[in-house]
Nanobody, 123 residues
Framework: QVQLVESGGGLVQAGGSLRLSCAASGRAFSNYAMGWFRQAPGKEREFVASISWTGYSTYYTDAVKGRFTISRDNAKNTVYLQMNSLKPEDTAVYYC????????????????WGQGTQVTVSS
């Protein structure tokens, strides 16, 4: 298992940018696919993006394609989510998650979760 700590959330105006970071502690970070999920008030947690353990493959939900970029630095045990052109509907708590498989996109694949970081986009 890995322990995950997110950072980088905050309040931003529509059209602005934020970069979320997720630092992992534990063993063999490079053996985990990593993902970002989000949960808005009154809604279920939803998949945002994921990246394979090598970093070569990335996946996005349609709502963020072209605006968000997931990346990882295995030397720093960190995964990032660069969020550009933010919209009010992106407002949510964002969670980092780790899955001990090469590639993962569904929540059930992810066994480790961070505590979440709030992202609020004002109109």
């Amino acid at each position: 298992q890995v322990q995950l700590v997110e950072s980088g959330g905050g309040l931003v105006q529509a059209g602005g940018s934020l970069r979320l970071s997720c630092a992992a502690s534990g063993r063999a970070f490079s053996n985990y696919a990593m993902g970002w999920f989000r949960q808005a008030p009154g809604k279920e947690r939803e998949f945002v993006a994921s990246i394979s353990w090598t970093g070569y493959s990335t996946y996005y939900t349609d709502a963020v394609k072209g605006r968000f970029t997931i990346s990882r630095d295995n030397a720093k045990n960190t995964v990032y989510l660069q969020m550009n052109s933010l919209k009010p509907e992106d407002t949510a708590v964002y969670y980092c998650a780790a899955a001990r498989v090469p590639v993962a996109k569904t929540p059930t694949h992810f066994g480790s979760w961070g505590q979440g970081t709030q992202v609020t986009v004002s109109s």
